[in-house]
């Protein structure tokens, strides 16, 4: 035999030397829940190894997260239920903790970098990404709000706006917000083809965050779909988005391939609460390897095309490549 593959596979340095695919720690965002409060660190408990976290802690968590050489980071609010309406007025509110903390990281950490989530899930009394009127979600009358709340968050300090309403236009309306406002140089990072899928239960735990009636599925995209993804990336791209998502990611790699192939702009990946819960349950009953499974469900990822990829297994595995 004159082609034998297994002489490139003979020792650790010859299969270092032609590895096709490396995870570094830049490539990696780390989801922090936030909290008001003091002195807060609460366990999710449908995501073991994940916190909410009050403003002190989460300072405290930048700063490990530093350490190990991870900077990059996404903040989801929690809002106590009193605070939410209709409108999501409290999203771009001067006392909501969420915009304080933003600007107290980026004083402390001035080295990190800030993703913000623009949505009115967490803010309002219906618990939809859009205004809700006889139980339609009206889209054009929810981007005055998303552009108000990302304006907002660039005021707070955050590096990046990442609007995960898929409300059709607004990356171009709060495009438009921001550099009226003198923020162009604030990126977008637009959730491109977020899907309604069944693994965001975990997340929604964390932030209370559930539809209080009906579903999502007239706006997230249906998971049977894969070429309408690339009409999400074209109009996303037309209206200046910045970077192009994926959410979620290890059950959509196709759907990845296909927009790193088709567009010139970054592709970000959000590798999501449940399907980061699945492995962490297979891992705790014994059946999977933590320290073998965990980097290897990420890898796959950035293979598939991801050049950023939110997990919460960020830490963990800013952990393990340092040490490596």
Not at 83 to 107: C, G, M, P, W
């Amino acid at each position: 035999m004159l082609r034998r593959p297994r002489r490139n596979r003979q020792s650790a340095g010859i299969r270092q030397m032609q590895q096709e695919t490396r995870l570094h720690v830049s490539n990696l965002v780390y989801p922090l829940f936030l909290v008001d409060g003091k002195g807060i660190r609460t366990e999710v408990s449908s995501l073991p190894g994940n916190y909410r976290h009050s403003p002190d802690e989460a300072l405290r968590t930048v700063e490990s997260c530093l350490e190990l050489g991870l900077s990059n980071f996404i903040l989801f609010p929690s809002i106590e239920e009193k605070l939410k309406d209709k409108e999501a007025t409290f999203s771009y509110h001067q006392d909501n903790f969420y915009l304080k903390v933003s600007r107290k990281i980026k004083e402390a950490f001035p080295e990190s970098t800030l993703i913000s989530d623009v949505a009115m899930d967490p803010y309002s009394s219906d618990g939809h990404d859009g205004l809700v009127s006889n139980g339609q979600i009206l889209n054009d009358e929810t981007l005055p709000i998303l552009g108000k709340m990302a304006v907002a968050q660039a005021q707070a300090g955050f590096d990046i706006i990442g609007p995960s309403d898929m409300m059709d236009g607004r990356v171009g309306y709060i495009r438009e917000a921001m550099d009226d406002s003198g923020f162009t140089n604030v990126g977008i990072m637009s959730y491109t083809a977020k899907y309604a899928s069944a693994f965001y239960g975990p997340f929604r735990d964390a932030l209370d965050s559930a539809p209080k009636d009906g579903d999502k599925k007239t706006y997230q995209m249906n998971p049977a779909n894969r070429r309408e993804a690339l009409l999400e990336a074209e109009l996303d791209t037309l209206e200046g988005a910045d970077y192009l998502m994926v959410k979620p990611a290890l059950h959509y790699l196709d759907v990845i391939s296909d927009l790193k192939a088709s567009s010139d702009l970054p592709i970000a990946a959000y590798h999501v609460s449940g399907e980061c819960a699945m492995l962490i349950a297979a891992c705790e009953k014994g059946w999977l390897d933590y320290q073998q499974a965990m980097p290897e469900a990420v890898l796959s990822i950035k293979r598939a095309g991801a050049d950023v990829i939110i997990t919460y297994f960020a830490r963990d595995l800013a952990e393990i490549l340092k040490n490596s």
